[in-house]
T-cell receptor
Framework: DGGITQSPKYLFRKEGQNVTLSCEQN?????MYWYRQDPGQGLRLIYY???????QKGDIAEGYSVSREKKESFPLTVTSAQKNPTAFYLC?????????????FGSGTRLTVV | DAKTTQPPSMDCAEGRAANLPCNHS???????VYWYRQIHSQGPQYIIH???NNETNEMASLIITEDRKSSTLILPHATLRDTAVYYC????????????FGTGTRLTIIP
């Protein structure tokens, strides 16, 4: 079955450490996205990539970095510069041009800084 | 900039129709209305979308007013599994514009 896989589901990080969240899709989608969600809030866009080896900042990119070396993969690194990294992180993908069923989301990674 | 306005929460009895409103008074002619839902601690799930005609699929119906300034998502026979946060989003159906999620409506289905 095609879909998006995010791993791990839960992640704990010590303050001052970088951590990388994995996102893999086998949908042959060109575009991939990372969102952050805080309790009781909507989703905020961190980074997105429309094509391999290219990506753009979203609304809250500070303290995060990404890479897109393969079409299937779009890992997100939460760096020590991110002041409040504890959140629920969601990865999504979509075809280009914009498909009728919009974005496909992964099941998310819950990051907690301890 | 909020493009849509939704009530923060709603209740609906199980088995009844759930009607979720959304105001998008500044919608432009080439913007579509999309609905997603997010069950607790999961990724959002696409439900339906439309431009100006009413739409129906196996999950829901979407009613868009003639002036396109508001819409209603209808879940015809709500079940407990429909308890979720429902997001109404407007965007063009081309180009590089990304999905922007507001805070949505938290729908609770009452047994």
């Amino acid at each position: 079955d095609g879909g998006i896989t995010q791993s791990p589901k839960y992640l704990f990080r010590k303050e001052g450490q970088n951590v990388t969240l994995s996102c893999e899709q086998n949908l042959n989608h060109d575009a991939m996205y990372w969102y952050r969600q805080d309790p009781g809030q909507g989703l905020r866009l961190i980074y997105y990539s429309q094509i391999v080896n290219d990506f753009q900042k979203g609304d809250i990119a500070e303290g995060y970095s990404v890479s897109r070396e393969k079409k299937e993969s779009f890992p997100l690194t939460v760096t020590s510069a991110q002041k409040n990294p504890t959140a629920f992180y969601l990865c999504a993908s979509s075809l280009q041009p914009w498909p009728s069923d919009g974005y496909t989301f992964g099941s998310g990674t819950r990051l907690t800084v301890v | 900039d909020a493009k849509t306005t939704q009530p923060p929460s709603m209740d609906c009895a199980e088995g009844r129709a759930a009607n979720l409103p959304c105001n998008h008074s500044t919608i432009s002619g080439n913007e579509y209305v999309y609905w997603y839902r997010q069950i607790h601690s999961q990724g959002p799930q696409y439900i339906i979308h439309g431009l100006k005609n009413n739409e129906t699929n196996e999950m829901a119906s979407l009613i868009i007013t003639e002036d396109r300034k508001s819409s209603t998502l209808i879940l015809p026979h709500a079940t407990l599994r429909d308890t979720a946060v429902y997001y109404c989003i407007v965007r063009v159906n081309f180009g590089n514009e990304k999905l922007t999620f507001g805070t949505g409506t938290r729908l609770t289905i009452i047994p």
